[in-house]
């Protein structure tokens, strides 16, 4: 049983439409984020949900717009999708700032 | 601002040598991650170092943190070939009760050869 799933794994799509990534952990973990793995590999933290309260959001462009309506579940939502948003999008969970975080298999999306 | 850095970027090493792979970071941290990724896949968590003169070992690895020189190194006895993959360490910049933010260092890419 998986503990930390994504939905898609592979996402391929022209500029400017919409697209989601969904995230749901078994694990009881009450903080959840996003991740984004460029091409090069750099990782770098977009979002991080508590029981469902954003707690840290980075510099991100407003196009990316996570929603958490469970502490089980994040989602990343990404309007006018641009070339340079083709990725590898990583979720993640933890149990509360423990730092040891479990992530997903990763969703990547490439954008034509 | 926190940068985290890692070297080599790229070792290739033969089975049976040792090696040591490097992360400094440039903020004061009481805490380090190591995580290994295989191409394609997931981030999987090795080692949580949570003090200065921390150490932990798991099979051929070994993962040290001296928080006064800002420093942890991963060390790799005897390779073999199923330790070839991309290891990643992390710091967190913010650090509370509810989240960890953490920054990632260049990741070292690692192939063992036969």
């Known amino acids: 049983d998986t503990a930390v799933s994504q939905t898609p794994k592979y996402l391929v799509t022209q500029m400017g439409n919409d697209k989601s990534i969904k995230c749901e952990q078994n694990?009881?973990?009450?903080?959840m984020y996003w991740y984004k793995q460029d091409s090069k590999k750099f990782l770098k933290i977009m979002f991080s949900y508590n029981n469902k309260e954003l707690i840290i959001n980075e510099t991100v462009p407003n196009r990316f717009s996570p929603k958490s309506p469970d502490k089980a579940h994040l989602n990343l939502h990404i309007n006018s999708l641009e070339l340079g948003d083709s990725a590898v999008y990583f979720c993640a969970s933890s149990r509360g700032g423990t730092g040891e975080l479990f992530f997903g298999e990763g969703s990547r999306l490439t954008v034509l | 601002e926190l940068k985290v850095e890692q070297n080599p970027l790229f070792l290739s090493m033969q089975e049976g040598k040792n090696y040591t792979i490097y992360c400094n970071y440039s903020?004061?941290?009481?805490?380090l991650y190591w995580y290994r990724q295989d191409p394609g896949k997931s981030l999987e968590s090795l080692f949580v170092l949570l003090s200065n003169g921390a150490v932990k070992q798991e099979g051929r690895l070994m993962a040290s943190l001296d928080t006064k020189a800002r420093l942890s190194t991963l060390h790799i006895t005897a390779a073999v070939h199923d330790l070839s993959a991309t290891y990643f360490c992390?710091?967190?910049?913010?650090?509370?009760?509810?989240?960890?933010?953490?920054?990632f260092g260049t990741g070292t890419r690692l192939q063992v050869t036969l």
């Open positions: 992390a710091v967190p910049q913010i650090h509370t009760g509810t989240a960890s933010k953490l920054t």
């Open positions: 694990l009881g973990h009450d903080t």
């Open positions: 903020t004061t941290s009481d805490r």
